[in-house]
């Protein structure tokens, strides 16, 4: 048994905004192990791709993270309206 057998399922969370600005906000990602692994997968080719070593939102003013935004945003919207994953936010 590998160490994470165990759980069914993972969390990823991250914050913008914390200590400045008037919209503080943080957000939680909840996806099975399963779709996790697949997802990481996906996400590295598209990142890979478009030659972007790590995806920011604020450095989407190029066609470059314009594209592999979208591809992004193609991959996991649908797993959201599939229940694949589940994103909560707090303003």
Excluded at 49 to 55: A, G, L, N, T, Y
Aim: hydrophobic share 40%.
């Amino acid at each position: 048994m590998t160490d994470h057998e165990e759980f069914t399922h993972i969390a990823y969370s991250d914050e913008a905004y914390y200590s400045k600005g008037e919209y503080r906000s943080i957000s939680l990602l909840t996806l099975s192990v399963e779709t996790a692994e697949q997802l990481r997968i996906e996400l590295a080719d598209i990142l890979k791709k478009f030659d972007v070593s790590e995806f920011k939102w604020n450095k989407m003013r190029g066609a470059k993270y314009y594209q592999c935004a979208k591809k992004i945003l193609d991959l996991v919207i649908p797993l959201a309206l599939n229940t694949k994953i589940r994103v909560d936010t707090i303003i």
